[in-house]
């Protein structure tokens, strides 16, 4: 079955303890991406990665890091996680079709609580 | 900047027609999305459509485009109770293959 799993679905820890999020598509998409979703704000772009080794910031990558060292894995580390971090974490995975439509697949969510 | 805005909130009845809107301010995308998100679960494409389209009719779905008013709306036919969820207009903007700009999301609740 084609999926984006992630891991943990849910995760409450203390501020300044490092957290890493773990994100793994089975597609062999090329792109793939990290969101947070916030009420009212609908989702914001955290990170994307275009390929293996290839990554870049979205619009709100502060506090966040990532890496793309297989095709199929993108975690989204917290080095020193603070309260307003807290939010519902999704990642994304999507192919480049010339002239189509970009589908985006979206992983379950992962919901941090930083305390 | 590039920006997406919805409203937040519809409330319709069992059987009846609901319409969620969207407005968008980049012209260039060449599609434009709706995604639905079911309580405690990630988010699903539901529909899109080419911008080169006024209309595009999906069973009891139908998304018109607005391209000169940069306005986007999803009606959603014989509305049922499974059809309560949040849904996410989303546009690439100029992200192309990268990212999709989403709006707030509507939170459509069906009442009996």
């Known amino acids: 079955e084609a999926q984006v799993t992630q891991n943990p679905r849910y995760l409450i820890t203390v501020t300044g303890k490092k957290l890493t999020v773990t994100c793994s598509q089975n597609m062999n998409h090329e792109y793939m991406s990290w969101y947070r979703q916030d009420p009212g704000l609908g989702l914001r772009q955290i990170y994307y990665s275009m390929n293996v080794e290839v990554t870049d910031k979205g619009d709100v990558p502060e506090g966040y890091k990532v890496s793309r060292k297989e095709k199929r894995n993108f975690p989204l580390i917290l080095e020193s996680p603070s309260p307003n971090q807290t939010s519902l974490y999704f990642c994304a995975s999507s192919r480049r079709i010339a002239g189509a439509h970009n589908e985006q697949f979206f992983g379950p969510g992962t919901r941090l609580t930083v305390l | 900047g590039e920006d997406v805005e919805q409203s937040l909130f519809l409330s319709v009845r069992e059987g009846d027609s609901s319409v969620i809107n969207c407005t968008y301010t980049d012209s260039s995308s060449t599609y434009l999305y709706w995604y639905k998100q079911e309580p405690g679960a990630g988010l699903q494409l539901l529909t899109y459509i080419f911008s080169n389209m006024d209309m595009k009719q999906d069973q009891r779905l139908t998304v018109l485009l607005n391209k000169k008013d940069k306005h986007l709306s999803l009606r959603i036919a014989d509305t049922q109770t499974g059809d309560s969820a949040i849904y996410f207009c989303?546009?690439?903007?100029?992200?192309?293959?990268?990212?999709?700009?989403f709006g707030a999301g509507t939170r459509l609740a069906v009442h009996p």
């Open positions: 989303a546009d690439p903007g100029r992200g192309g293959y990268n990212k999709l700009i």
